[in-house]
T-cell receptor, first 113, second 113 residues
């Protein structure tokens, strides 16, 4: 069982570079989301989706873009990386029924120099 | 704005002890509360989910309780083992139509053999 798969696990960028963090799930979950985890800040929601073609902003969406063309994939795009985006990024998925548990990927550690 | 607090930030106990981790939240109008476990360099694993209408949930040696009116939840771990060493996070969901979880910053548990 693959669950939620994130790639890459580690990435170093220079300020101004762009990149896409990949997230895929094989559980046919309608809900997918991206969080960032920073020391002393806890996890904060960046963007989420409740199905193909439907996305919405979370608490800290600035500097990030998302799209959802399939149920399985939910990529996160950094258009012009900034040092403030250095963080650990987690993708999570779950059924849209809100009393179900969330499943998390293993994370992407991103450093922006 | 909902705030979730977990105290203490770190806890060290000898193997075999029973222990309690605390989670408090400022807005009692929650839909559910989840307890997660995070191992170093890994993603989050959902341990227990308590619906707002429930008082507690149990899974093996874990028991989570919820007192919505006082804005508190506890995670009880019985007969702790070194393998329980991890960071434990709680997260609340505000409503049935909301997908934005608010996380606490976690309690880092060390169980000493």
């Amino acid at each position: 069982n693959a669950g939620v798969t994130q790639t890459p696990k580690f990435q170093v960028l220079k300020t101004g570079q762009s990149m896409t963090l990949q997230c895929a799930q094989d559980m046919n979950h309608e809900y997918m989301s991206w969080y960032r985890q920073d020391p002393g800040m806890g996890l904060r929601l960046i963007h989420y989706s409740v199905g193909a073609g439907i996305t919405d902003q979370g608490e800290v969406p600035n500097g990030y873009n998302v799209s959802r063309s399939t149920t399985e994939d939910f990529p996160l795009r950094l258009l012009s990386a900034a040092p403030s985006q250095t963080s650990v990024y987690f993708c999570a998925s779950g059924p849209t029924e809100t009393n179900e548990k969330l499943f998390f990927g293993s994370g992407t550690q991103l450093s922006v120099l | 704005k909902q705030e979730v607090t977990q105290i203490p930030a770190a806890l060290s106990v000898p193997e075999g002890e029973n222990l309690v981790l605390n989670c408090s939240f400022t807005d009692s109008a929650i839909y559910n509360l989840q307890w997660f476990r995070q191992d170093p360099g890994k993603g989050l694993t959902s341990l227990l989910l308590i619906q707002s209408s429930q008082r507690e949930q149990t899974s093996g040696r874990l028991n989570a309780s919820l007192d919505k009116s006082s804005g508190r939840s506890t995670l009880y771990i019985a007969a702790s083992q070194p393998g329980d060493s991890a960071t434990y996070l709680c997260a609340v969901r505000p409503g049935a139509g909301s997908y934005q979880l608010t996380f606490g910053k976690g309690t880092k548990l060390s169980v000493i053999p």
